[in-house]
């Protein structure tokens, strides 16, 4: 057409830390796995194994695992419940998968029948119903879409399900399938981040992810978009292995980077030990674990996306549930040392500190979660005499005494929570 494109991948370092900002500050997003995979649960024809990838797993052919669309009737859905979960968890934007690597379309798609709207008996849209339950909530609503899709024929890498596909058209695919899927997307629920996955498949390019790229911000500017848009990363690191890709963020996943990083970067992390629901899966982490990853993750300037993997009844997991609750409570008093926050990359003290401080530098928090005598000793951090030292939660200033390099503060009597404790050390 003749209508110019502008080329948003020569965006000024500026413009990015601006759109990046809400970003940066909201540190903490829960990501959500749902789909058609939620119906088997990780188990096919009595063998267990795969749960968003068990199409792959059991190499299930695409007109069997279609039956799993009739199957799909998630009447316990509450859009209004998920996003009260996460927000009262302390999360500030949620992520849902819109398709993933199965190719299902978790909204009533303009261009596929093979969606929640004309495939299952539920026929609800729930990116609709979600969408509009963050707006109320003040959550940010993003989506996950694959641009790998085992469905689509002319999509299909010959890698997957070992199936020999006749003239495959890529091109096609993109032209016609996946970037209108997405103009949709972006016109019927104004997502605020676009997180892809799947571009590992060897007919996606970096060009093609440049133009992906430049053709979804010619259509909403201010969108944030992950870094697998491209090609960039190192095999199935998080973060890129050279310049000038398109894309904004890094994507660690199942891992904390060791350090901080030049780049913007988003831990993705599951709270068990899979993405899509797994009815046997069992291997919950715990509340300080995930308290940990988070501090860590905030330490070294980074974003924390925490996953749930629904029911096929439309129900987060209660022992997810539980343990975002806990998160919530500890962020409720610790709050001011996460969000909004830069991170201070100080490994001086041990691993059981961590540090962050105030956009304003007038507050340095000293994150910990263990501590001896009562007492916290410090040696890195150097508060003029007359300095407030306060822990998060408690309203009155505690004593602290220099000897040396080093500080040591009296901890209160009684401190606030089981997990980890903030020290604020006003300059
Ligand atoms: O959506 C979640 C996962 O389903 C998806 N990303 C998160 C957010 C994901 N799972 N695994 N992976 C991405 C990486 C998979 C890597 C491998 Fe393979 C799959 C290694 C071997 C099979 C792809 C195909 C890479 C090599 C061959």
């Known amino acids: 057409s003749a209508i110019a494109q502008k ?64 199957q799909f009737n998630p009447q316990k859905f509450n859009a209004k419940e998920w996003v009260q979960i ?18 299902f379309s978790m909204w009533d798609s303009e261009v596929t029948g093979y969606d929640i709207m004309d495939a299952t008996p539920f026929k609800r849209d729930i990116l609709k119903e979600l969408s509009d339950a963050c707006k109320a909530a003040g959550i940010k609503f993003c989506l996950y879409h694959s641009i790998l899709d085992w469905h689509q024929p002319d999509a299909k890498s010959k890698d997957y399900l070992r199936q020999a596909i006749e003239h495959p058209d890529f091109n096609k695919y993109r032209e016609t399938y996946l970037k209108p899927q997405l103009a949709e997307l972006i016109r019927k629920y104004n997502p605020e981040v676009l ?12 060009q093609q992810g440049k133009d992906l790229y430049n053709y979804l911000r010619n259509i909403k500017p201010s969108l944030i978009i992950n ?9 199935m690191e998080g973060m890129n292995k050279y310049e000038n890709a398109a894309g904004d963020f890094g994507t660690p996943e199942q ?34 674990l995930l308290i940990d990853n988070l501090v860590d993750i905030a330490a070294k300037g980074g974003n924390y996306l925490l996953n749930v993997g629904p029911t096929a009844e439309g129900q987060i997991p209660a022992q997810s549930i539980e343990r975002l609750a806990e998160m919530g409570k500890w962020l409720a008093i610790n709050k001011e040392a996460i969000y909004a926050t830069n991170g201070i990359a100080n490994y001086k003290e041990g691993d059981h500190i961590k540090f962050t401080q105030s956009k304003d530098g007038k507050s340095t928090y ?46 209160p009597e009684q401190l606030p929570g089981k997990y980890t404790w903030t020290l604020k050390i006003q300059h």
């Not at 995979?37 to 007109?63: D, F, L, Q, R, S």
């Not at 997180?195 to 970096?206: A, H, K, L, N, Q």
């Not at 913007?264 to 797994?278: F, I, P």
């Not at 508060?383 to 500080?407: C, E, H, Q, R």
Request: net charge neutral; aromatic share 14%; glycine share 10%.
């Open 227 to 235: 870094n697998r848009v491209s090609k960039a990363r190192g095999g």
């Open 86 to 103: 996460a927000k009262s968890a302390g999360a500030k934007y949620i992520v849902i998968t819109s398709k993933h690597h199965d190719g």
């Open 195 to 206: 997180w892809f996955d799947g571009e590992w498949i060897p007919e996606w390019s970096e």
């Open 7 to 70: 080329n948003y991948l020569q965006e000024s370092k500026a413009d990015k830390v601006k759109r990046m900002q809400w970003w940066t500050d909201d540190t903490f997003g829960m990501f959500i796995h749902w789909g058609l995979y939620a119906v088997p649960a990780g188990e096919y024809n009595g063998k267990g194994g795969g749960a968003e990838w068990i199409m792959e797993t059991h190499k299930i052919p695409t007109a069997e695992y279609e039956k799993f669309a009739g």
């Open 366 to 411: 000293a994150l910990f979660n263990k501590y001896e005598n009562n007492e916290l000793l410090l040696t890195s951090v150097q508060p003029k005499t007359g300095s407030k030292i306060y822990m998060l939660g408690v309203n009155k200033p505690l004593s602290w005494t220099k000897n040396g390099d080093a500080i040591t503060i009296k901890l």
């Open 255 to 288: 891992e904390i980077l060791k350090g901080a990083s030049q780049d913007y970067w988003e831990s993705c992390m599951t709270l068990n030990g899979n993405w899509g629901y797994v009815k046997n899966d069992n291997n919950w982490k715990s509340a300080q």
